[in-house]
């Protein structure tokens, strides 16, 4: 038979937003009495369980079960449940429809939750029901992390006894029920010093880390659950590490959740504040995170700050005989590939034109009329033309010209198809040191234009207009976002960080010109988010063309010691 008390209805919730406040929480607390260790070797025997919502009882639910096997002596001498009493009780399959009823959406709490939830998982499962999928909460691991210091062990019969819980456990499932839910109600007033409000942050308490930052925890109570950029602010105000997140809060409280990361540790202590900027979209926080790091440069953060690093590749076209340079910043007069990510990069790339077409590699100035001189050391090596001896003619030497013009504006193929070749042929002769070179040339290459043409896309479209999930609106104008900011955000965006449309005013750029290197970041986020979004964006509107190029570029790779090709 089933003993309830009072029950107040409750509205079924779901948890898709668990940033819920814990005083709206539903906690249901369950206690489980079993005949042994093993969910799969042995059964339960009674089920006690009291669900509560804002520190008020909401009602109480408790029954013997049949286990359909002997209770061993030890378990009677310990729990005072013998045979005799369960001989009358439902078997556990009449039992779990009423309990999945009581618990339906509730977090389930348990003192050593993996224990009970173990049973009942096991339970459902011979029942051919589905496992449990409630939020789970365990005071025990709670109580690891909040009160370990304050007492010998974290037993509930310890902790009942330590804070003088009213209820106490007596190895009775609900006497151990009830006794567990003042140690829930206690543990939730420590969290709370620790600005655990909500029911994400409860989830995450027990991994955090007690280390001698956590007392910052607090700091991160105002921020919202919302995406975002966030800052972190050393003594001075500086900012030590930008960020951004779908959800800042919990983004943010992650920092004190086991993060390996080397540089965590240092950055905790040197933090004494945070900043945040809620973004209307996730788009937006990328762009801004790119910005701010491009702004402060700060000392936490690697990637987004190595921009003044990137390099052009630069077809000379001013010159009688152009050829492949590196270039820091575009120059006029000229056909570039880039922004490239280092001067390495970009050395790599002409090293794989010069694979396929056999451009003069010296910087000779060559006058009207070239002398009949010795060939330099590559035309030597048949590797490359060399005008300056006149072996090549000025109508000859164009024709090279032209076929690394349409290679880089659009023709990639005219490139890459000959470096496959060669790889491929180095491989079947055995040469595999020197096709895993080829195939590192041709790889660079490809990444170069593929890079290039994601970036060409956004800044074809001109004024681009994307309504993005949830109905937000955002603008771009050559890839380049702005986004006028809310009344609410006007003041502190004023106060503390730049604008986005402050930002974006300075950037109008010609989009013929190469793209300027201290852009390539943002662009680059841009189209890294609208790929992985793409299905769930409509074009609003658009000035220009926002398309790829049909046919995709081929991505180059290793695979079982040969060099191979796949699209990418």
């Known amino acids: 038979m089933f003993l309830y008390g009072p029950i107040v209805p409750a509205v079924q919730r779901s948890f898709d937003d668990l940033g819920v406040p814990l005083r709206d929480v539903t906690f249901c607390i369950v206690d ?26 909401e009602g109480t639910f408790q029954t013997l079960v049949r286990p359909g096997m002997a209770i061993p002596p030890a378990i009677t001498m310990l729990t005072g449940i013998t045979d005799a009493m369960v001989a009358p009780a439902p078997r556990i399959d009449s039992v779990l429809p009423s309990f999945l009823e009581f618990s339906r959406g509730t977090v389930l709490v348990a003192h050593n939750a993996r224990f009970d939830v173990g049973f009942l998982n096991a339970a459902l499962a011979r029942a051919n029901r589905p496992r449990l999928t409630n939020a789970v909460v365990d005071t025990c691991a709670l109580a690891r992390r909040l009160v370990r210091d304050e007492v010998p062990n974290c037993k509930l019969s ?25 140690l829930l109600h206690l543990l939730l007033e420590r969290a709370g010093t620790l600005g655990v409000l909500g029911l994400d942050d409860l989830l995450a308490l027990p991994k955090l880390d007690a280390h001698p930052q956590a007392a910052k ?18 003594p001075r105000d500086e900012v030590l590490y930008v960020g951004k997140a779908t959800n800042l809060r919990q983004r943010v409280r992650s920092y004190f959740s086991g993060d390996e990361r080397r540089k965590v540790g240092p950055l905790l202590r040197e933090m004494v504040a945070f900043r945040h900027v809620p973004c209307a979209s996730t788009l937006e926080a990328a762009v801004l995170e790119v910005r701010l790091i491009h702004r402060h440069q700060p000392r936490y953060n690697r990637q987004a700050k190595l921009w003044q690093k990137y390099a052009y590749v630069r077809l000379t076209l001013d010159e009688r005989f152009p050829r492949l ?102 491989a079947v002769a055995g040469r595999f040191e020197e096709a895993a070179d080829m195939r590192d040339r041709a790889a660079a290459l490809s990444a170069a234009f593929r890079k290039q043409r994601r970036i060409d896309a956004l800044r074809t479209a001109a004024s681009l207009r994307l309504v993005l999930p949830g109905g937000v609106e955002a603008q771009f104008h050559q890839g380049v976002l702005s986004r006028q900011p809310t009344d609410d955000e006007a003041d502190q965006l004023a106060l503390t960080l730049p604008s986005l449309d402050d930002m974006a005013a300075d950037e109008a750029i010609d989009p013929r010109a190469p793209l300027p290197r201290h852009l390539v970041d943002e662009l680059s986020a841009v189209a890294a988010w609208l790929d992985a979004e793409a299905s769930r964006v409509r074009v609003a509107h658009c000035d220009g063309t926002l398309a790829l190029p ?5 991505s180059f790779t290793a695979t079982a010691g040969r060099a191979g090709r796949r699209a990418g």
């Not at 489980?32 to 009882?57: F, H, M, N, Q, Y």
């Not at 575009?330 to 056909?335: I, Q, V």
């Open 32 to 57: 489980l009495e079993t005949t042994g260790g093993s969910p799969d070797a042995d059964a339960i025997t009674e089920i006690g369980a009291v669900k509560v919502r804002g520190g008020e009882c």
């Open 217 to 234: 925890l607090r700091l991160t109570q105002h921020l919202p659950r919302t995406p975002g950029v966030y800052l972190f602010l050393g």
């Open 325 to 426: 340079t590196v270039v820091k910043a575009p120059r006029a007069g000229g056909l570039h590939v880039g922004p490239l990510p280092s001067a390495a990069a970009a050395r790599l790339v002409i090293d794989a034109v010069h694979t396929t077409v056999p451009l003069r590699r010296c910087s000779a100035r060559i006058g009207r009329h070239p002398h009949a001189t010795a060939a330099c050391a590559p035309a030597q090596l048949g590797v490359a033309s060399c005008p300056c001896s006149g072996a090549i003619d000025e109508a000859a030497y164009a024709r090279l010209v032209d076929v690394v013009t349409l290679g880089f504006t659009g023709s990639a193929d005219l490139l890459l198809d000959p470096l496959h070749a060669r790889m491929q042929a180095l």
């Open 550 to 554: 049909i046919g995709r570029l081929p």
């Open 158 to 182: 310890t902790l009942a006894d330590r804070f003088r819980l009213d209820h106490r456990p007596s190895h009775r499932a609900l006497d151990d029920a009830l006794a567990t839910a003042d």
